[in-house]
């Protein structure tokens, strides 16, 4: 077979593949170049979710009618004056977004450059369709008709115009989250779906997101080794079933990516259940020379030189982010009904000296306080007696007045009635205080009676080996014996009585996945968080009043006291003017 050089059009067509995958594809492509052409307002119109038409009208800088012609061509483009990809700024640089659309639609351009005249230029599937005069105020409109229309491969793999609308308005909103100082609309079927002004960042994701945001996220601006993240993130209690509502660019150029999406979820690990999400937009800025934006067509992903320092800055921002937080609660809109329980940041007091015993170690030979199981019969509500609180003391999360099903403890603060959900809040504190001494190497450890031989495959066992220090500054003690099992010599204090065999599986499964990409810092994080998942208060036990008023001083000085391990709230509160509304006297 003879080798032939393909005609521009064919080659167009090939480029469309990549570039052009569906109309949200050359939505992004079209308001990028609105963006790049410097407009200041983006407007968008589709029919039937773009199939039938995209029209995306700017008032950037526009085009004169020679430069329409080239902008057709494939290659030609007017971002990269001196060949330096890696210095680009603006979204587009390899000019071919154009003839790539235009070779799978009817695409219109109309275009006026200030103090010239309107011209218009037709291209049907590659083939030059017509062109003159055209009026409307400078700036550029790009319309595309009957996209894919004779294209029947590409057009059996679109979805419903339902959920190509959908993909339509995601890319939109990335782009407009991208660039908040720009106004933008987008009209589907006739109707306005939306429609923002120029705004500051944080209330642009706010508009585009969800308005709630603003009061359950978390502004974010760090630096670290010459990188940077800036943005909102939830509070973990404000979280989604899907992961759609995560907001990611780079040096502000919106991308998909899996390493940074992974950061974001490394950084929840321990706050959230695998199956919830948090929503969060955020930027990372770094120089030019470290990442490499030309390794995907549509340019929706990113390589960086240094993967593992942007995986740093994610999880370290977030996670000081997070921590300054504290004990701050979304309680989820369940309990916010009415407006009747009050979420907010209680205010932090110091550790009393003499707190609680409640996770000291055991004393040899007998059990933790905490690990007493319930059993006797004792009523479902106890009140009792509140100690005398001193004068001038203040308790934001109130004095113990009882427990409700030997699960929930009842308090009066100062300002209303406070619920606390005992086991959740204790396996918070678990995790917090394995956190604090972990990192200095001292969970006390507690032996065991008997060695614990666990079997295990060999890479597990492997990996595992590979952590024996790590591990006993936690309080695990354990050995290599033979080729797949690991010795049990001694469990973590604070847990309690637990299964050797879950903690040992689990936590092979959790140093597999986190391989070698993190300090070992924050891996000993995620260590003590699967170790305290594996030990803690269960409901159900019945707690003295010294010991629920030493949860709620502890919860008031331990960071992320406000969720449970799993993003659920820990505690929630009444405030008395709402108690009284439930009475009708207010
Ligand atoms: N809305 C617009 N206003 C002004 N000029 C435009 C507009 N759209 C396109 N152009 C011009 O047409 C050229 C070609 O656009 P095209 O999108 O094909 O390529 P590009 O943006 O340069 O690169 P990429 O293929 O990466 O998007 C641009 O470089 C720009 O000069
Ligand atoms: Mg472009």
Redesign the pocket.
């Known amino acids: 077979m003879s080798i032939r050089r393909l005609p521009s059009e064919l080659v167009n067509r090939i480029a469309a593949g990549e570039v052009v995958e569906r109309p949200a594809s050359a939505v992004k492509?079209l308001v990028?170049?609105?963006l790049?052409?410097g407009a200041m307002s983006v407007s968008v119109r589709l029919s039937a979710g773009g199939l039938d038409l995209i029209e995306v009208t700017?008032d950037?800088?526009?085009?004169s009618p020679a430069?329409m012609h080239l902008?057709l061509e494939r290659h030609?483009?007017?971002?990269l004056p001196d060949d330096r990809i890696e210095a680009v700024s603006s979204?587009?640089?390899?000019?071919?977004?154009?003839?790539s659309i235009a070779s799978v639609a009817r695409l219109t351009l109309e275009?006026r450059v200030s103090g010239g005249d309107g011209w218009r230029l037709t291209v049907d599937h590659g083939e030059a369709a017509g062109e003159g005069p055209a009026s409307l105020p400078p700036g550029?409109r790009?319309r595309v008709e009957g996209l894919f229309d004779k294209v029947p491969a590409r057009r059996k793999f679109l979805r419903s115009p339902r959920s190509e609308y959908a993909a339509c308005l995601d890319a939109v909103r990335r782009l407009a989250m991208a660039r908040s100082d720009v106004g933008f609309r987008l009209e589907h079927d006739g109707r306005m779906v939306l429609a923002v002004q120029p705004q500051d960042t944080p209330a642009r994701v706010a508009a585009l997101l969800d308005r709630e945001l603003e009061r359950h996220g978390l502004g974010i601006d760090c630096v670290r080794d010459g990188l940077r993240l800036a943005g909102v993130a939830s509070l973990p209690t404000f979280n989604r079933g899907m992961a759609d509502h995560q907001y990611l660019f780079v040096n502000n150029r919106p991308v998909k990516d899996r390493l940074l999406v992974g950061s974001l979820r490394a950084a929840y690990r321990d706050l959230l259940a695998r199956d919830r999400h948090p929503v969060a937009a955020l930027f990372i800025e770094v120089p030019g020379d470290e990442v490499d934006i030309n390794v995907h067509p549509a340019?929706t992903e990113v390589r960086f030189r240094d993967p593992a320092a942007v995986r740093g800055l994610i999880v370290g921002g977030l996670r000081a982010a997070l921590d300054e937080a504290g004990h701050r609660s979304a309680a989820r809109e369940q309990f916010a009904q009415a407006a009747a329980w009050q979420v907010e940041a209680v205010e932090r007091i110091e550790p009393a000296a003499a707190l609680s015993s409640l996770f000291d170690a055991p004393a040899p030979g007998g059990a933790a306080v905490m690990d007493r199981p319930a059993t006797f019969a004792a009523p479902m509500g106890r009140a009792q007696q509140a100690e005398p609180v001193a004068p001038g003391t203040r308790y934001p999360l109130g004095v113990a007045r009882g427990q409700v099903a030997a699960t929930y403890i009842v308090a009066e603060a100062e300002d209303g009635l406070v619920i606390v959900d005992q086991h959740a809040a204790h396996e918070r504190l678990v995790l917090e205080r394995m956190r604090r001494a972990g990192g200095e190497g001292k969970v006390a450890p507690q032996a065991l009676l008997m060695p614990e031989v666990v079997e295990l495959d060999e890479p597990d066992c492997d990996r595992l080996e590979t952590a024996i220090a790590e591990l006993a500054g936690l309080g695990l003690e354990i050995e290599r014996f033979g080729s797949a099992a690991m010795l049990v010599r001694a469990t973590p204090a604070p847990l309690g009585s637990t299964d050797c065999k879950a903690l040992l599986s689990d936590l092979a499964g959790e140093l597999a996945e986190l391989g070698t990409a993190l300090s070992l810092r924050d891996r000993l994080d995620h260590v003590a968080a699967t170790i305290a998942c594996h030990g803690s208060v269960r409901a159900g036990r019945i707690l003295s009043v010294v010991e629920m008023n030493a949860l709620l001083r502890e919860m008031e000085v331990t960071p992320h006291s406000g969720q449970c391990n799993h993003g659920r709230p820990t505690w929630v509160k009444l405030a008395h003017a709402d108690i009284e509304k439930l009475f009708g006297r207010r």
Request: proline content about 3%; glycine content about 14%.
């Open positions: 492509e990028e170049n609105a790049d052409a700017d950037g800088c526009g085009m430069d902008a030609a483009t007017s971002k979204f587009g640089f390899r000019g071919e977004a154009l003839p275009s550029s790009l340019k």
